[in-house]
Each structure stands twice: as structure tokens, then as C-alpha cells.
């Protein structure tokens, strides 16, 4: 069994200890959820007695950690034949038009079919930087969300492409299917989302000041039926925005079963359809395309 101490600086005063030590502790442990158990299973403690996963470090804390080899889950991805619809591809960087009903990285329940199978197959080199399990993944896009996604191949390539997407210079397009009609043909949608008080696998929108600030801008590109093609370009990239920021309109993305009525389209009405960024070697911008879902097509 592993064991270590953390020395707690000031800098990391007041923060959670299962973030602390995930924080500090960086790749060499799968997740924060790892930490959790370990802590759940009474192997993180501090001056002798074990510790809650809510319990703030203070600076000059010494958070003692036991971790034995069986604690770690099995990582290794299995490559599998998984066709891959491949828009872009250099030395550094891979652009894929992710279908529906894929999800993007191994998780619990989950492990396999997913892009990053798909991507150890074709690819034999990845960037490394999220650990074993998401090789490649800079970005994630929903399981029922199709279109553009970044892969990166070396790790320089990951660290450039991650700075530009928390700094917000990285522009997204999308383009939803909505319910009803949306009465201005532009305008931003600026709300907070937090997990859902209730359902765990769901956000929702929350009081300034709390959750993560959000920031969604639409443009109207054509209303039919009681449905309207909107243009959508988030500022942020939380968990479920653009559907969530969509529903606190009043304006739900047909097909949602989470967020809006699942039987009035036969999935997901939202495509990432296009991303616009710097070229983590050359810094020149690139803008990367897909063509829209013939489901689309005859709302547009």
C-alpha cells in the first residue's frame, strides 16, 4: 500500500479536501470520484482521524493518504474497428464529425463503443494529458449531440487547444431545432446553471452567484411550424448550456428528453456544426465545418 502526505500552503486554504487532493495529486489518480471512495472508505485522515469528503484543508494541514495497487480500475482502452467520419487530420490535431448516440469517453456502465475506442484504433498516437482514459479529448460534445469535435495528437497540441477554450477564444457554432417561436431574431441568454437539486444527471438553472456563470448568444435562421432553426454560440462550456439556457426561454431543443418533450423529433435536435480556433502549431485560425443532419433539412 502507497502512502502519502500532502502538506497543505496557504494558497489551497479552505478548499474541499476531496479537490485538494485531486487537484494536487493531478494524473497520477483516475478522478475526483476515486478520491471520494478512498475517503468514503476511511483512508484519508489527518492527525490520526479520518477526514469527510466536505472538510476544508486548512494551510499547515498534513492529509494523510493510503492508496493500495487494487484501488486503481482497469484503464486500458480497447481499440476498437469503429468507423470514423475523419474532417480534418495533421501531425498535431484531429477534427471528427461525431455521430448521435456516441458517447465520447469510457465512463461507469460505459466502456465501450465509445469515440475514444474509435480513436485508439485508427490512431497510434494521442496526447496523454487527461490520463489514459481520454486520450485525445480536449472537449466533449453530449452522447445525442452530433458534429464537430477536437482530438488532439501530441500533448503540446492539447495544452494550446485547453488555454484557448478556458480563455473563451475558441468559437463554436451550433445550430438547434427549437419549439416554438422564438419572437427576437437575436439575442443572449445569460444565466448560471448548477446541478439539478433532484436529478443528478441534469443541470439547472441557478441564482447569479452560485453554479457557473453561463453565457449563450442565438440567431434566428428560420421559423417554421412552430419550430424555429436557431443559430447558437455559447461564451461558456458547461454541462448541458445550450439546452438548459434553451428550456429557460421557453424554447426547448425538440427531441430532449431531459429538458423538453423526447417524441416530437427522433433525436436530439442540436449538431455542432462548426468551430473556429487557432492552430496550436502554425497559430494560424482554422474554421472547421459539417454539414447539417438531413432530419434538419426540412425546417431550414
Sequence with gaps: MSHKILSVSEEDNDTRVDVYITRTLGETVPSRMFIKRLIDAGRVSLKGKIIKA????????????????????DERIKPEAIPLDILYEDDEIIAINKPIAMTV??????????LVNALVHHFGTLSDVNGVRRPGIVHRLDRET???????????AHARLAKQFETHTIEKKYVALVEGEVQFDEGVVEASIGRHPKYHDMRCIVPKG???AAVTYYT?????????AVALFPETGRTHQLRVHMKHIGHPIMGDENYGNKGIFPRLALHAQAI?????RTK???????????EFLPYL
Excluded: W
Design 54 to 73: 466536505q472538510y476544508k484543508v486548512q494551510a499547515g494541514d498534513q492529509i494523510d493518504i493510503d492508496i493500495a495497487p487494487e484501488d486503481y480500475p
Design 105 to 114: 469517453h469510457p465512463a461507469s456502465g460505459n466502456y465501450g463503443g465509445t
Design 146 to 156: 452530433s458534429g464537430v469535435i477536437l482530438v488532439a495528437k501530441t500533448n503540446m
Design 210 to 212: 452560485d453554479g457557473k
Design 220 to 228: 434566428v435562421i428560420k421559423r417554421s411550424k412552430s419550430v424555429t
Design 276 to 280: 473556429f480556433f487557432e492552430h496550436p
Design 284 to 294: 494560424s485560425p482554422l474554421e472547421l465545418s459539417t454539414p447539417l443532419p438531413v
